[in-house]
């Protein structure tokens, strides 16, 4: 039977809530709990003198033992070495960051552990254990945090009155580039990093869908008071509060729809809004495969949720 620590994948806890949650101790890369039948593997990035590296979405994870050849006895190399037959349970975080550890869920060995040369934290050539580790499930969920939305949504709001009052448009026609583009440098609201909203990148996204709802061109809107169009709104299929999830800028004309007022608040707020998001993603899926913007209909509706 698994274990659950109450983590998510994906989720960025600390060191004492990952000794809370496994009963096990707070030190060491590996840490076996017999109250919980696990073993916990930590996977540290900031450690330079082990050499944890992913290839082909397997871990080929570094035994324990900082100085000297490594050894399967006396230690929890063996217990891991023998973990497809001890029914102990391995657990997976990554600390790219100090303090920060995230989790990645229930991994096993993907291969035979392997023996190769590393330098210890003397520099000194050794041998050392490489455990190929691979995830039982790599299903990230997205967890809401409540004060990361709210940022979002100020800056949902910013965005969407600098687009209220139109009163001259270069051009009304725009074609997608079907380029990937790069983060810009994010705002701080109340000391939280948000992605900037571009003008004039939505108003590029309206103009493609030429000012019409694109749930239904049929949608009573009414015609904006400065110029002769639709009021319509801007909305980010892949939500800006999950840009940390991605390497590349989500404030792209690909990744804005064009919406009624209605169908906006539906998406945001209702409780039947499944039914837009997958005509949207239908849509949307494969110009987003061309920006960069790599994601599953199921993962985005876990965004939403």
């Known amino acids: 039977m698994k274990f659950n620590p109450g983590f998510v994948i994906g989720e960025v806890v600390s060191n ?26 930590i996977s540290d990035m900031t450690k330079p003198f082990y050499k944890d590296e ?28 023998e973990s497809d037959v001890n029914g102990i349970e391995l657990h997976l975080f990554e600390v790219y960051e100090k303090t920060k550890y995230t989790y990645k869920g229930i991994v ?29 499930d790599e299903k990230v969920v997205y967890k809401k945090d409540p004060e990361v939305e709210k940022a979002n949504i100020i800056k949902d709001e910013e965005l969407i009155d600098s687009l209220k009052d139109i009163r001259q448009i270069d051009q009304y026609d725009f074609a997608y580039r079907g380029m990937p583009k790069s983060k ?25 869908a030429k000012f019409m709802c694109e749930i239904d061109e049929t949608h009573p809107s009414f015609i904006r008071r400065n110029m002769n169009i639709n009021y319509v709104e801007p909305h980010h299929l892949v939500p800006l509060e999950y840009s940390d999830q991605f390497d590349i800028s989500l404030d792209v004309e690909e990744n804005i729809v064009s919406l009624c007022s209605n169908c906006h608040n539906l998406l945001h707020y209702g409780k039947d809004f499944e039914p837009l998001l997958l005509k949207l993603y239908e849509e949307r899926k494969e110009l987003l495969s061309h920006v960069g913007i790599a994601i599953s209909y199921e993962e985005l509706v876990e965004m939403y949720l």
Request: hydrophobic share 30%.
């Open 16 to 41: 004492r809530e990952v000794s809370k949650a496994f009963g096990c101790a707070i030190m060491g890369g590996m840490r076996p709990s017999t109250k919980t039948g696990t073993l916990v593997l």
């Open 54 to 81: 992913w290839k082909n979405d397997i871990l080929h994870y570094t035994g324990m033992g900082k100085y000297g050849d490594q050894t399967l006895k006396g230690n929890n190399n063996i217990k891991l070495y």
């Open 108 to 136: 096993k060995l993907a291969d035979k552990p392997y023996q190769t040369s590393q330098q210890d934290e003397d520099k000194n050539n050794r041998k050392v254990w490489v455990f190929p580790l691979k995830q039982v």
């Open 184 to 208: 810009s440098e994010p705002s701080v609201i109340n000391k939280i990093e948000v992605q900037k909203r571009s003008r004039s990148t939505a108003m590029n996204a309206l103009k493609h």
